[in-house]
């Protein structure tokens, strides 16, 4: 049975950070457009934007050993680094926008100022941490990095993991006090809130079933009701932020973009210590080094965390496979993806992932102990009895055909648009959160190019780096650096406020 049918100017799929930070530039942007949300979960922010279901590092390349590699003459190249700080400025500036707007009213309900640091042993990372150091710490964006191979500073900025370490393995960091630590679930619900005080009709337990373009050229959604009845609703623009659920709805629009695309599901599990005298004697985010054959977004790191006004500690992500595309997701998701158009694309990512895939599916069969042993290489004296296992959220991975050779694994995300702009869809899930602001604008750009003009003094009000490289303006950093960190709170001689969610 059909009930409700409305027509709007936007439709947003998915209530996760995505979803939230489009309908919130939008907003700002065109306070008149009707904004619609259909989200099949109870809440906001309940899939991979949920805290628990991933890392929350605000991703802004201080940390991260695989967003600079080693070119063959032995320099580093951090060209991607540079790309993904400068994508994180936006964000917060972004964020700050909200706070001075009034929208947002206690940062410190998402943000919170944390050390991020690199962690490698061994002479040749040693080496390599040393020369990456050298190549970012004379870059402004990454200025007051530091390093260290001395084991007495070592201990003063990570006792957990320095002391009781048997060998005399070489052992280096570098740390940088500017690094954050996002909650990104709580961003997304704030973010919802505040859509839903601008009059943004957002319904939960609505699932979107199918996706078709009407005769006048609108989008018709069959929507499945809280109560299994069927609902149609139409829109000029969807946007289909669906985390890992985006690309069976992208296929069903039937675009032309859509074609050839698959998708590579990666689960992750984290550990979660429960002993809150360990818990107290970290506070930052440590990156380590992928394990030779994972997957770049495995890469273990030990985690301060703070969720649900307490400070916590995490370790992982371990990667592994799961058929599913969504934490909440059927074990069919992988299965019916696969499309006549993508089924070559799809069989040879298959043929050439078979290592990785081997990789994935031995890391779900771990054992309990066998994670501690990775856990072990940070903290040598980790108690078992400290450590809980929780499932984090699934990553979708975009297969596409590239200059590479076809059925080629991506692990970036993207903006899939049709032509005309009166539809797109994200995929992929790396750096992911952290430059949500980024990636909506570079979809507001991409389908909306006709406005643009009109919009881009307001884009520019909000974010002032908008259309300009940092890197070149390193005045502009110094500007940016100090006015977001004091607006967010971030400074170092800001009192630290955990409080309940406020919102306007
Ligand atoms: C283990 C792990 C660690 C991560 N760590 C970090 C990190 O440290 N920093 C960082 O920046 N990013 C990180 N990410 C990535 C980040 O979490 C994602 O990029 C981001 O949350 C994606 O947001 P989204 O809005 O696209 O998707 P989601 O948050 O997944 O939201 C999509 C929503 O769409 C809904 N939906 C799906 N299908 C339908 C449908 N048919 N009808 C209605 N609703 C639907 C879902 O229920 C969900 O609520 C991590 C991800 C994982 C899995």
Redo the contacts with the bound molecule.
Sequence with gaps: MSSRETKTDVIL?????????LGTLLKELVPEWEITV????EN???????EW???????AALCELNYTVENPDGSIDISKAIKINEQFQLSMQFWSYLVESKLIRNPQDFIIPLPHMSLVQGEQDVTFLKKRFEAMSNNPLFQGMEFSDEPQKLMEWIPLIIQDRPSNEPIAATKIDSGTD?N?GAL?RILFDHLKSKNVDINYK????NIKRTRDGLWELK?RNDSGNVERHTAKFVFI??????L??LQKSGIPEGKHIGGFP???I?MVCNNPDVVAQHHAKVYGKAKVGAPP?SVPHLDTRFIDNKKSLLF??F?GFSPKF????SIFDLVTSVKPDNLVTMLSAGAKNMSLTKYLIEQVMLSKEKRMEELREFIPNAKSEDWDLVV????VQVIKDTEAGKGTLQFG?EVISAADGSIAA?L?????????VSVMLELIKKCFPQQMKAWEPKIKEMIPSYGVSLLKNPELIQEIHTSTARTLGLSENLPLQITRQTVS
């Design positions: 799929i998915g209530a996760g950070i995505m979803s939230a930070t259909f989200e099949k979960l906001a922010g309940e899939e991979s934007s949920n279901n991933n890392a929350g590092t605000g991703h996002v990104f997304t609505h699932s979107v079933d929507v932020g669906g985390g890992g659920g985006s069976h709805l990666v689960s992750g984290f977004m992982g992500p990667a969504l934490k909440t997701g984090a959220g699934q990553r995300t994200l992929g899930a790396s750096p992911g959160a952290s430059t949500a």
